[in-house]
């Protein structure tokens, strides 16, 4: 290549660089065809104007004619992408193509990944479902709740810790809804396991388990379909049976010193059943008028007091000790036996779900008999707004000895004339 123009080849291709002198100064002129446009490239010295001819020349023989449409600004970005992602080892071509994903998705890439940061640059205890449960009713112990409470969410909480084998962190919501679902249980039910996973998952959140001020995947599970329905009470007549009834003339197990303040503890004056088995006889105030209950004997583990109407007052008076243990928790089948025996039917927390309904219909409030039960006004006004009237609630609290041996008499009779 000793005269000009010098020809650079690369297969088929030719580039030229020619020379032009200035005075002092020379400059070199590269010069190839892009289709019918003739390109000229100045550059100043020679080494750099072969280099530019043979990288033109290699490009063109190869097909490609784009890259050498580039403006000096285009190849100056180039230059310095491929230097800033040089040090992250990322090709060019990979960076570009993750950018334009994520712009499909509306999603700013850089806010993006700061929030990903934000959520996982934490390093959370690897903790198993077992485990979380397992903290959970040392701290609900610890915190005073009553032993009813602490028995529901260990039976509970305990059922999903068995099921679901996995960490608290990695669980996701599809694999609790499904596991709802497979309970076989009522919506009210499922409702309730739902909202104690709930519980389990916002302790292991706030204990450092899960991402702080997010919702966890409990959070997001859909309610089940409550199909509710009529709650079960018992009628006055009935209550009337039960609390004359003899289980010696029955033929059945149980003792009327029992028996008789389990229906008024549970019909009378609206204790759950399990704060029934816990009443100690030194619990009831009858001077006063009323039934103390202790967070430790109540569901909620909140003190409340129940007040005693007159009948209940004279039911009790008649079977009441200085202290111990009033019933036992085999008063319950003791009841239902003898509640067979005259053909009437028990329904779930019948004698509960009677005092609801007889109290509100005489009270004509659901706060106040929503204080006496230990429950919230929504619950009291949803489930026990029965068709009860204000005549059946004043007969209902006034079921005296006496009372109740009328109404028993009118239910046999109208029971012969049945038959």
Same mark, same amino acid.
């Given at each position: 290549?000793?005269?000009?123009?010098?020809?650079?080849?690369?297969?088929?291709?030719?580039?030229?660089?020619?020379?032009?002198?200035?005075?002092?100064?020379?400059?070199?002129?590269?010069?190839?065809?892009?289709?019918?446009?003739?390109?000229?490239?100045?550059?100043?010295?020679?080494?750099?104007?072969?280099?530019?001819?043979?990288?033109?020349?290699?490009?063109?023989?190869?097909?490609?004619?784009?890259?050498?449409?580039?403006?000096?600004?285009?190849?100056?970005?180039?230059?310095?992408?491929?230097?800033?992602?040089?040090?992250?080892?990322?090709?060019?071509?990979?960076? $570009? *193509? /993750?950018?334009?994903? %994520? =712009?499909?998705?509306?999603?700013?890439? @850089?806010?993006?990944?700061?929030?990903?940061? &934000? +959520?996982?640059?934490?390093?959370?205890?690897?903790?198993?479902?077992?485990?979380? $449960? *397992? /903290?959970?009713?040392? %701290? =609900?112990?610890?915190?005073?709740?009553? @032993?009813?409470?602490?028995?529901?969410?260990? &039976? +509970?909480?305990?059922?999903?810790?068995?099921?679901?084998?996995?960490?608290?962190?990695?669980?996701?919501?599809?694999?609790?809804?499904?596991?709802?679902?497979?309970?076989?249980?009522?919506?009210?039910?499922?409702?309730?396991?739902?909202?104690?996973?709930?519980?389990?998952?916002?302790?292991?959140?706030?204990?450092?388990?899960?991402?702080?001020?997010?919702?966890?995947?409990?959070?997001?599970?859909?309610?089940?379909?409550?199909?509710?329905?009529?709650?079960?009470?018992?009628?006055?007549?009935?209550?009337?049976?039960?609390?004359?009834?003899?289980?010696?003339?029955?033929?059945?197990?149980?003792?009327?010193?029992?028996?008789?303040?389990?229906?008024?503890?549970?019909?009378?004056?609206?204790?759950?059943?399990?704060?029934?088995?816990?009443?100690?006889?030194?619990?009831?105030?009858?001077?006063?008028?009323?039934?103390?209950?202790?967070?430790?004997?109540?569901?909620?583990?909140?003190?409340?007091?129940?007040?005693?109407?007159?009948?209940?007052?004279?039911?009790?008076?008649?079977?009441?000790?200085?202290?111990?243990?009033?019933?036992?928790?085999?008063?319950?089948?003791?009841?239902?036996?003898?509640?067979?025996?005259?053909?009437?039917?028990?329904?779930?927390?019948?004698?509960?779900?009677?005092?609801?309904?007889?109290?509100?219909?005489?009270?004509?409030?659901?706060?106040?008999?929503?204080?006496?039960?230990?429950?919230?006004?929504?619950?009291?006004?949803?489930?026990?707004?029965?068709?009860?009237?204000?005549?059946?609630?004043?007969?209902?609290?006034?079921?005296?000895?006496?009372?109740?041996?009328?109404?028993?008499?009118?239910?046999?009779?109208?029971?012969?004339?049945?038959?």
């Amino acid at each position: 290549m000793s005269e000009w123009p010098k020809t650079v080849r690369s297969g088929s291709v030719t580039v030229k660089i020619y020379q032009h002198n200035r005075g002092d100064y020379r400059q070199h002129i590269v010069t190839y065809y892009l289709g019918k446009q003739r390109v000229r490239k100045v550059v100043t010295d020679f080494a750099s104007a072969k280099k530019e001819a043979e990288r033109v020349a290699n490009r063109l023989s190869h097909g490609e004619t784009q890259a050498l449409k580039l403006t000096s600004e285009d190849s100056a970005a180039y230059l310095e992408a491929r230097r800033l992602l040089s040090s992250l080892n990322v090709p060019l071509l990979s960076a $570009v *193509e /993750e950018y334009c994903e %994520a =712009k499909k998705l509306g999603v700013p890439l @850089l806010a993006a990944a700061k929030y990903y940061v &934000s +959520r996982h640059k934490a390093t959370f205890a690897r903790k198993s479902i077992s485990e979380v $449960v *397992e /903290e959970f009713m040392k %701290a =609900k112990a610890a915190d005073g709740m009553s @032993l009813r409470y602490l028995a529901d969410c260990r &039976s +509970r909480l305990g059922r999903f810790a068995r099921d679901v084998h996995t960490e608290v962190a990695t669980v996701d919501t599809a694999v609790i809804a499904a596991w709802l679902r497979g309970l076989g249980q009522s919506g009210r039910s499922r409702n309730n396991y739902r909202a104690m996973v709930q519980s389990l998952f916002r302790f292991a959140r706030a204990n450092g388990y899960l991402p702080k001020n997010e919702p966890t995947v409990a959070d997001d599970l859909p309610l089940a379909k409550d199909m509710g329905g009529e709650i079960g009470i018992f009628k006055v007549e009935e209550l009337a049976q039960l609390l004359i009834a003899d289980p010696v003339e029955l033929k059945v197990k149980g003792d009327r010193g029992t028996l008789v303040p389990y229906y008024v503890l549970g019909g009378l004056c609206g204790l759950r059943h399990a704060e029934i088995n816990r009443m100690d006889w030194t619990d009831i105030d009858l001077s006063q008028r009323i039934i103390r209950i202790s967070a430790a004997k109540a569901k909620t583990a909140a003190n409340r007091i129940v007040p005693l109407c007159d009948s209940a007052v004279v039911w009790l008076t008649e079977f009441h000790q200085a202290k111990g243990q009033i019933c036992s928790d085999r008063q319950s089948k003791y009841a239902r036996d003898i509640a067979k025996k005259f053909d009437i039917k028990w329904p779930a927390n019948g004698l509960r779900h009677s005092y609801g309904s007889y109290r509100l219909a005489q009270v004509k409030s659901a706060p106040q008999v929503a204080l006496e039960m230990g429950n919230t006004p929504q619950m009291i006004f949803g489930h026990y707004r029965s068709v009860v009237t204000e005549q059946d609630a004043d007969f209902w609290f006034k079921l005296s000895p006496e009372r109740a041996k009328k109404f028993a008499e009118i239910r046999n009779s109208k029971l012969l004339a049945a038959a």
